[in-house]
């Protein structure tokens, strides 16, 4: 039976980039030997790192002054290692989920920690709005989209401080405006490369501002300096990193793919607003997430929710079951994630809903 992999990262890749995958894993660049046991300072690794890190700049229009980095360590890594980079007394957070707390409660180890908006209060349903951002900070850090609770914040915000955002799980989902971002991080597992490897948008004007003294592997301009070749980096990673982008640009770019995450979840969200047995747990549609679709089951049918887990998995549906933080559903419809798949479990509810 075909599979419909909706999990939430480790996640769905493109078909081409597993199998191109697959092949170097074999036999890599035709050196004979598996991508797994080659030197990351081998002309052939470093080909692939060059060309990664091109098409990472060409598909996300990074403009001149901004670095990008593939990092080790995951998002968590980024949550102290910005802080020590750049946080010199105060810095401020706007906490939309579990990831955006985690980040929170490192930065409160280098200095002053100003909360600007928290939507704890309904178990993180929404995106906070109406707060000023204080000129007074060194950054303002968000979280673009809060995997766990299906809210996304979908523009790019002015800030008139450095703004710093977690894109762990919206990175490549949409054309975005980087030139309005001091610092962009987030684990490749979600939405361009299996787990390993982290990546890092920075802009070089911010660095080397804080007085403390910088451990060698935190400064990112080590990393900066060495073409992210410090230590050794993700190659495997990196590899598949390449593939998705690759995939990615043949399919049109960002503006190309945004189209087709738009229709993917309006279909979803439409069938979960339409469906008797289903709510959708982030009721206002503009903070609803594109990449994580949450639901649970409605009042009247509660006690469902088991049966409706065992009815979607004998239909081919993975990774549908919510995080314990929110129960119920979630169907991540990441970038790989083809149409079918979410008319499969559209289908799916509709014919649930009619045996009951
Ligand atoms: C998954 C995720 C993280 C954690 O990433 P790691 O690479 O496992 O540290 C952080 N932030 C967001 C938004 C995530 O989705």
Redesign the pocket.
């Known amino acids: 039976m075909k599979k419909h992999n909706f999990n939430p990262?480790p996640s769905i890749l493109p078909q081409i980039a597993i199998d191109q995958t697959a092949e170097a894993v074999k036999n890599f660049a035709g050196t004979g030997l598996s991508l797994l046991e080659v030197s990351h300072r081998s002309k052939e690794v470093d080909a692939v790192n060059e060309e990664a890190m091109a098409l990472f700049k060409e598909l996300l229009d990074i403009p001149e002054g901004y670095k990008v980095l593939f990092l080790g360590g995951?998002?968590?890594t980024q949550f102290f290692t910005i802080p020590y980079n750049l946080l010199e007394t105060k810095a401020a957070y706007l906490v939309t989920g579990s990831?955006a707390k985690k980040a929170t409660k490192e930065a409160k180890l280098f200095g002053e920690v100003v909360v600007l908006g928290s939507s704890e209060d309904k178990n993180f349903t929404y995106i906070p709005r109406g707060y000023d951002i204080p000129t007074d900070v060194d950054y303002f850090h968000i979280?673009t989209?809060?995997?766990i609770y299906g809210t996304e914040i979908k523009e790019d915000l002015n800030s008139p401080v450095p703004l710093i955002a977690?894109m762990?799980?919206d990175i490549f989902s949409r054309p975005m405006d980087v030139s309005k971002y001091g610092l962009i991080y987030?684990?490749a597992?979600?939405n361009l490369a299996p787990a390993g490897m982290?990546f890092v948008i920075v802009k070089e004007e911010l660095l080397g501002k804080v007085s403390r003294p910088l451990p060698t592997m935190v400064d990112y301009r080590t990393h900066i300096k060495s073409s992210s070749m410090f230590n050794t980096p993700p190659v495997f990673a990196i590899f598949t990193a390449l593939q998705t982008l690759k995939w990615l640009k043949d399919l049109g770019g960002l503006e190309a793919i945004e189209k087709v995450n738009q229709e993917k979840a309006k279909m979803l969200y439409d069938e979960i607003d339409r469906n008797k047995l289903f709510v959708s747990t982030v009721p206002d549609e503009k903070d609803r997430s594109l990449m994580n679709v949450c639901f649970v089951m409605t009042e009247n049918y509660k006690d469902l929710e088991k049966e409706f887990q065992t009815f979607s998995s004998e239909r081919g549906m993975v990774g549908i079951k919510g995080h314990r933080d929110v129960g119920g559903f979630r169907a991540s419809l990441y970038n790989a994630m083809p149409i079918e798949s979410v008319n499969a479990l559209v289908s799916c509810m509709q014919d649930f809903e009619k045996l009951h």
């Open positions: 990262g995951g998002a968590s990831w979280t989209n809060n995997t977690d762990s799980s987030g684990g597992q979600k982290t």
